[in-house]
């Protein structure tokens, strides 16, 4: 069967599905009318969904501005050919949705007990979870009007319901710690978001994420963002009669008890009050690093060289931010820079190795890997981190020899690595020494 190069739509793909025949499977029907596309990896990808959105339009089933979603797809690969009324039905039904008055939804009840349960057992097979909490009044608003679901009091409600969880009960078991009750919320925050003091403080708590599933929507991770911005403003102003001298230890303890969000208000507080302090740009940037936010950390980094262009820290701390973000030649730069700084300092040597074997620079890489084992280098990294690097520098240097073609150097380092008990020295020698 031949393929059409342009997927059919219309008169013409009726024509050709009849052409093609309905015995034959659904893939080779949707192939033979061009919905199929090529993946990275060269490898075909049948388009149910643009087929059949298609074939209901082209039969005057759908208009071109209703669309299905991924679980209408799925009911239609399982139900008979060409049955597509439930489907659409339900579509309609969620469209229905979307289109109540904002006034309607804003002032409609949440359904709770009996009523939410009929209701979610009604429409669970044909709503998505942010239709049916529409459809059950678990929908939020901001003073502009967007809207926000809120999942923490829709499946709260859900398990008292059921039973599962007591109303009124301040150590409701499944929503700890997320869910958190004390009172710390001013009235015309509250009024604004038309939110629940409960919701708030669970979505402020250190565990806030748990509460929206991972794979959050956009309005979701607004909402999310919205709250936590209001939270940053309320614990910031809760800082403003402690000296700069208080904030670092607050944010120090909040730090080392893992709260890093509570730190950084802390340290952004500091650095509002004294601009220069290199020691807050440099932990600020260490929080921001293990964050993820590896671009925000450098620049905090950067402010602290421009501050003091002697901090060794600063450089080592970018170095190692700049080589998470793929900016090998700005590591080995910085790293340069720490080792002018402090000759002494291994592991600047290492990772500046580490770096350039990233940019295929072996012969560079072999020679800070080379100066890594020299006696007082190795001694000072030994002392520092309380870890023989040794072996493992064995292995780098062996595979930089081995990438230069220098196979017996290569494999005399990882004979030596293997000695020293590194088992991935033992694996390279194994293979490419016997």
């Known amino acids: 069967m031949t393929e059409n190069n342009q997927p059919l739509v219309g008169q013409e793909l009726l024509d050709k599905i009849a052409e093609i025949g309905l015995d034959c499977k659904r893939m080779d029907i949707v192939r033979g009318c061009g919905y199929v596309s090529k993946k990275e990896d060269g490898s075909d990808r049948v388009n149910y969904f643009a087929f059949y959105e298609e074939h209901?339009?082209?039969?005057?089933?759908?208009?071109?501005?209703?669309?299905?979603?991924?679980?209408?797809?799925?009911?239609?690969?399982?139900?008979?050919?060409?049955?597509y009324e439930v489907v659409i039905a339900n579509m309609r039904k969620r469209n229905a949705i979307d289109q109540l008055p904002l006034d309607e939804l804003m002032?409609?009840?949440?359904l709770t007990g009996k009523e939410l349960l009929i209701k979610i057992n009604e429409n669970k097979d044909i709503l998505s979870e942010i239709h049916l909490l529409r459809a059950c009044g678990y929908v939020l608003y901001d003073r502009d009007g967007a809207e926000y679901p809120d999942f923490a009091s829709y499946w709260e409600s859900y398990l008292v319901a059921k039973g599962t969880v007591f109303q009124n009960n301040q150590a409701i078991e499944s929503f700890q710690p997320r869910a958190n009750f004390r009172d710390c919320w001013e009235e015309d925050v509250l009024n604004k978001l038309r939110i629940s003091k409960k919701y708030i403080n669970g979505l402020v708590d250190n565990n806030s994420e748990d509460i929206v599933s991972s794979g959050k929507s956009k309005q979701e991770q607004d909402f999310l963002d919205k709250v936590?911005?209001?939270?940053?403003?309320?614990?910031?102003?809760?800082?403003?009669?402690?000296?700069i001298e208080e904030l670092i230890q607050r944010g120090n303890e909040n730090y080392q008890e893992g709260k890093s969000e509570e730190a950084l208000i802390c340290y952004n507080k500091v650095l509002e009050l004294d601009p220069s302090n290199v020691e807050i740009y440099i932990y600020r940037g260490i929080i921001k690093g293990t964050q993820g936010d590896h671009l925000s950390a450098v620049k905090d980094y950067s402010k602290a060289i421009n501050i003091n262009p002697e901090d060794e820290r600063a450089y080592a701390n970018s170095a190692y931010s700049k080589g998470i973000l793929e900016d090998y030649q700005g590591a080995i730069l910085d790293y340069s820079k720490v080792i002018e700084i402090n000759p002494n300092n291994g592991i600047a040597y290492l990772n500046r190795g580490n770096m350039k074997s990233e940019l295929d620079d072996s012969k560079g890489a072999i020679d800070d890997f080379t100066k890594v084992m020299e006696p007082e280098i190795l001694e000072n990294i030994k002392s520092t981190f309380g870890i023989d690097y040794l072996p493992r520098i064995y292995y780098n240097r062996g595979n930089e020899k081995h990438n230069s073609g220098d196979i017996k150097g290569a494999c005399e380092d990882w004979s030596k690595g293997a000695e020293l008990g590194n088992d991935r020295c033992t694996e390279r020698y194994e293979e490419y020494c016997k």
């Open 56 to 83: 209901a339009r082209a039969q005057g089933l759908i208009t071109k501005d209703e669309n299905f979603i991924p679980a209408d797809i799925l009911k239609i690969s399982e139900s008979a050919w060409n049955d």
């Open 107 to 110: 002032n409609k009840k949440p």
């Open 228 to 243: 936590k911005e209001l939270s940053e403003a309320k614990k910031s102003k809760q800082l403003e009669n402690l000296s």
